[in-house]
């Protein structure tokens, strides 16, 4: 095997940048075996650290006509490839960087970063072998099979993989052409009135900090608000509640433009009902800035005007449409009735705490069923009234069973 290559070096690195066709990986690259270790158990343990998420790149790879990877780093040992350097001159640049990478049959090339990858293309192959001549992006660098060739490759092993970030929810709304849910959030954000301007706070965290007067919530909320709308939707359409893996398939790939219309006209229908029936928000959209009611840090103000309210409240209002099959308007307007204010029973110690006039994090599971069950306290089977007792319990630091039993009668 013969390929082009850039030659370069960082650190002890000499490193060679290069493509390699799909056909290529799946026929040169082998999984890590006895290259970092001698033990068969750490053997294995490399080994099972490959998940079911190469079959998630195998369909990325299927499905998606825009299709794109990071550079795979590969190590190559037994028999390093012979460099064959080439000057390089052009006008009066002059560069001996370039040149050509040939394999000897001996070689053997196994992934330090890119294991998943590896294992995506190769089944992607299998699926459709017409993709034999697509082309990744390949970094070879050389690896002794002695122990101090070892330990330096494992050294970059987990360099790569230890500060590998997962994507952060602000890039993926910002980004992400193909999340539905990041793709409705971003065009509420310029369309939508409630969202509009500095109505929601562009954050890398969902907290508001308390100088800000103008934000209902923040973008990461916003965005993780329509990801539950999102699932009720699936729901709704298939008959049937989405998995995680069904889920985090369906942000993957970017649907087509009728289902997304559908499912922004969805998400619409949903913050009017909001907007409309919601008194606290009709008074919120009335005023130039908060009002101290609505957020402060010495009674804490309105749920939902603190993140940790609002998705509860998202969330609540669709397992009551679940469960009801009634309107979200209508829905929304039984809301009133319940007093928001975070000073309050059931709120106080659950998301404020009122000595230190501080939220409370960690809690929104037993926002979002003490919201059910102020809504309707008949519409939580008995299962779930006994758990939500005891977690509002806990809240509380009660420990006797009798007060445990008849808490929730105490609200």
Known sequence: MKIPAIRAKIGIWEYYVTTLTFEQVSTYISKIDDQLHQSQGLKDLIQRSITDNYLSIKEYILNQPEVFFNSLVLAVYDRYPNWREITFKYDDLETYQMGLLEFQEEHKIFPVDGQH??????????????????????????????????????????????????????????????????????????????????????????????????????????YQANVQLLKYFIFKRDGKKPTKKRLETVLKFRPTEDLLKEFESFVIHFWNAFTQKMEIITLYLNSKELTESLRNNETGGNLIFRPIGFLPIVKATINIKERTGKEFSDIFERFNTIDFNINSKPWQYVVWNPVERKMIMSSDSITENLLIF????????????????????????IEDQENINNILEMI
Request: aromatic share 6%; glycine share 4%.
């Open 374 to 397: 102020l809504y309707d306290k008949y519409l939580l089977s008995a299962v779930e009234t006994r758990k939500l007792s005891k977690g509002y319990a806990a809240k509380l630091s």
């Open 117 to 222: 990858r590896v294992e995506g293309i190769k089944e992607a192959l299998k699926a459709n072998p017409d993709l034999k001549d697509q082309k990744i992006t390949a970094i070879f660098i050389g690896h002794k099979n002695d122990d101090e060739g070892k330990k330096r490759t494992r050294r970059l092993f987990t360099t790569l993989n230890r500060y590998a970030k997962p994507v952060k929810d602000d890039d993926i709304i910002a980004l992400d052409e193909d999340d539905m849910a990041a793709i409705v959030t971003r065009n509420l954000l310029e369309e939508y009135s409630l969202f509009t301007g500095n109505r929601v706070i562009y954050a890398k965290q969902k907290a508001i900090p308390p100088s800000n007067k103008h934000a209902i919530t923040s973008i990461i909320t916003l």
